[in-house]
């Protein structure tokens, strides 16, 4: 059992020092990985073919993973140990405050905390005694305060009581925050190699949590901002010292890097904490159902399903496939860092609640001279992600094209719940409504870190139901943090006119395929605008009155561009005009933009 002795005693700056020492290593090992990703692995692409190019390129995602990982155990110890320092500096104190206050009372303390007193000369001494000192233990009656000894005849007993039983209290309390965080230090440790594994990915997934319950006094979860606007979100940020910005970042990464308003850099390598670990989490559920069985079987009756790939499935194994491969996805747009002058990536958001969702940028949106965010529409989610990101990516290609000398951020963002079925699920507005208050803090969140809405040029692009969610976000007067819009086969924004939209009128453009169905799905169901007006086609008449419009439409009134892409997905199609108008909006490039 230490004694009061060696608390008093304890030089517990060493603990921060320490602590310092693995914060030290925590920043070099998270700016190594972003060297590896944005400065390393791009001249592969261009020195290295064949074997030896696949080689080099599995190293370099090896050494990233690697970075990675001692970016996040690293931080844990140190945070650990501040911690740790933090609540013994707590009872060190209190500890002297009790001792002070038995100097000031020219109190004795003993060796065994045992405080001895003189006896109080205010009270009349039985005949024949003489004056003598006493000695107080703890353990006195609680509340321990000065003067209850007076019920015993000296008020000197009850002050020495209150002082030997702080005295307890603060060693007590120093053994027990010893024994709390001696334990999570020796498991804080990784095995020898240089291989990351998911096991220790998982690893790190419990050490995150046991660190996280004992420091809970010294940093809490609950001073994260929730809820609150990207403009509040960056002043609490601003309000922290560096060191505990980083202490965040590794203990609550998932948080962080869903925190719109902060820092890019600092979202990105929050979340790619957070993509890490639930990689190694589905993996290992998935593994846990054993290898997928084959979907259907022959039967006498013919081809039927297969009953053990229904119970597979029923128990996650496509879900689990699916995050799997949105989570691949992304890696591989990491990995595609430097190909044809594309820029690093930032991950901006992640997670795998209800069908997942991602938010990756091309480029550093908090630098860009011009952004992009793309809104997907029915069936997004993280499990296919792929073709949204590619997209991005082809977008990006374009816009840079047409802006020499500028910088361009290109943003997917699956940051909703989409719609996951045409029928019936994209018949409903819920979808869009619920969606555009998040939408609309991410836009504010960029604008912030930006530095104000003159900034950066930002064009907001929506695709089939995601144009609808932008129509949503875009009906609150004012209050849309983006300066164009552009949409692709829309089904309709909930207003009648472009002028309804934040950005005006002037400022709305529509591409439509002449074989997408999907604008005229979409009035079926109910999911552009009403205005009174007359509906033309080629400038000539043929409907008036109350009508319905979306914004292919000559009567929504937004700019129509050319498309020579057919189908509804077909607008990114690399060299078409459809994706070259896109372009020309994103680089504020309004004179290349082709009319139909």
Same mark, same amino acid.
């Given at each position: 059992m230490p004694t009061w002795q060696q608390l008093r005693d304890a030089k517990l700056t060493e603990y921060e020092d320490a602590?310092?020492?693995?914060?030290?290593?925590?920043?070099?090992?998270?700016?190594?990985?972003?060297?590896?990703?944005?400065?390393?692995?791009?001249?592969?692409?261009?020195?290295?073919?064949?074997?030896?190019?696949?080689?080099?390129?599995?190293?370099?995602?090896r050494l990233s993973r690697n970075y990675q990982y001692l970016h996040g155990e690293c931080g844990l110890v140190r945070t650990t140990l501040n911690a740790l320092a933090a609540e013994l500096i707590d009872a060190q104190k209190k500890l002297q405050q009790a001792l002070d206050d038995a100097a000031d009372l020219k109190f004795t303390v003993n060796e065994d905390g045992s405080v001895e007193y003189p006896q109080s000369t205010q009270l009349p001494l039985a005949a024949g005694a003489t004056a003598g000192n006493g000695v107080a233990k703890p353990g006195a009656p609680v509340p321990f305060l000065p003067g209850a000894g007076e019920a015993q005849g000296d008020p000197n007993k009850g002050k020495a009581e209150d002082i030997a039983e702080r005295i307890?209290?603060?060693?007590?309390?120093?053994?027990?925050?010893?024994?709390?965080?001696?334990?999570?230090?020796?498991?804080?440790?990784?095995? @020898? %190699? #240089?291989?990351?594994?998911?096991?220790?990915?998982? *690893?790190e997934v419990r050490d995150m949590g046991e660190v996280r319950k004992a420091t809970g006094k010294y940093l809490g979860k609950e001073h994260i901002p929730h809820g609150a606007s990207p403009a509040e979100n960056r002043k609490w940020w601003d309000g922290l010292t560096q060191e505990q910005r980083e202490e965040y970042q590794t203990l609550f990464p998932a948080?962080?890097?869903?925190?719109?308003?902060?820092?890019?850099?600092?979202?990105?390598?929050?979340?790619?904490?957070?993509?890490?670990?639930a990689r190694a989490q589905v993996q290992q559920k998935l593994d846990a159902l054993g290898p997928e069985p084959s979907k259907t079987i022959i039967t006498a009756g013919g081809m039927v399903r297969n009953p053990e790939w229904t119970a597979w499935d029923a128990m996650g194994g496509s879900?689990?496939?699916?995050?799997?491969?949105?989570?691949?996805?992304?890696?591989?747009?990491?990995?595609?860092?430097?190909? @044809? %002058? #594309?820029?690093?990536?930032?991950?901006?958001?992640? *997670?795998?609640?209800?069908?997942?969702?991602?938010?990756?940028?091309n480029g550093n949106p908090d630098t860009a001279d011009n952004t992009a965010v793309y809104v997907p529409g029915t069936k997004s989610k993280l499990a296919g992600a792929h073709g949204d990101i590619k997209r991005m990516q082809d977008v990006w290609d374009a816009s840079h094209s047409l802006a020499p000398g500028k910088s361009t951020c290109t943003i997917t963002w699956i940051g909703y719940d989409a719609p996951q079925s045409i029928v019936p699920e994209a018949m409903e507005k819920h979808w869009a409504y619920e969606g555009a208050p998040k939408l609309n803090n991410f836009l504010e969140g960029l604008q912030t870190v930006q530095g104000g809405p003159d900034a950066s040029h930002t064009t907001l692009i929506g695709h089939s139901y995601g144009s609808t969610t932008v129509g949503a976000a875009s009906k609150a007067p004012g209050h849309l943090a983006a300066d164009d819009i552009v949409v692709a086969g829309s089904p309709g924004m909930l207003v009648g006119d472009a002028s309804d939209l934040d950005v005006g009128k002037d400022h709305v453009w529509a591409e439509a395929a002449r074989d997408d169905m999907v604008p005229l799905g979409g009035k079926t169901a109910g999911l552009?605008?009403?205005?009174?007006?007359?509906?033309?086609?080629?400038?000539?008449?043929?409907?008036?009155?109350?009508?319905?419009?979306?914004?292919?439409?000559?009567?929504?009134?937004?700019?129509?561009?050319?498309?020579?892409?057919?189908?509804?997905?077909?607008?990114?199609?690399?060299?078409?005009?459809?994706?070259?108008?896109?372009?020309?909006?994103?680089?504020?490039?309004?004179d290349q933009v082709v009319d139909p």
């Open positions: 602590a310092d020492g693995w914060g030290t290593v925590s920043n070099r090992a998270d700016a190594a990985r972003i060297r590896v990703d944005q400065e390393m692995a791009a001249p592969i692409h261009t020195t290295q073919k064949g074997e030896a190019k696949t080689a080099a390129q599995h190293d370099m995602t307890r209290q603060a060693v007590s309390s120093a053994v027990e925050i010893d024994n709390r965080y001696a334990g999570i230090l020796r498991r804080l440790k990784a095995p @020898d %190699g #240089l291989e990351v594994t998911d096991d220790m990915l998982m *690893d948080e962080i890097g869903a925190l719109d308003g902060i820092p890019s850099a600092v979202r990105d390598s929050s979340n790619r904490i957070v993509l890490d670990e879900k689990y496939t699916g995050q799997l491969e949105g989570m691949k996805a992304i890696q591989s747009r990491f990995d595609g860092t430097g190909v @044809d %002058g #594309l820029p690093p990536a930032y991950l901006l958001g992640f *997670d795998v609640k209800g069908n997942g969702h991602v938010i990756l940028a552009g605008g009403y205005k009174w007006g007359v509906e033309t086609w080629h400038g000539v008449p043929y409907n008036a009155g109350y009508v319905q419009t979306v914004p292919s439409d000559e009567a929504f009134g937004a700019h129509r561009m050319a498309v020579d892409t057919s189908g509804h997905s077909g607008y990114w199609r690399e060299d078409s005009t459809s994706i070259g108008n896109q372009a020309a909006v994103v680089a504020g490039r309004y």
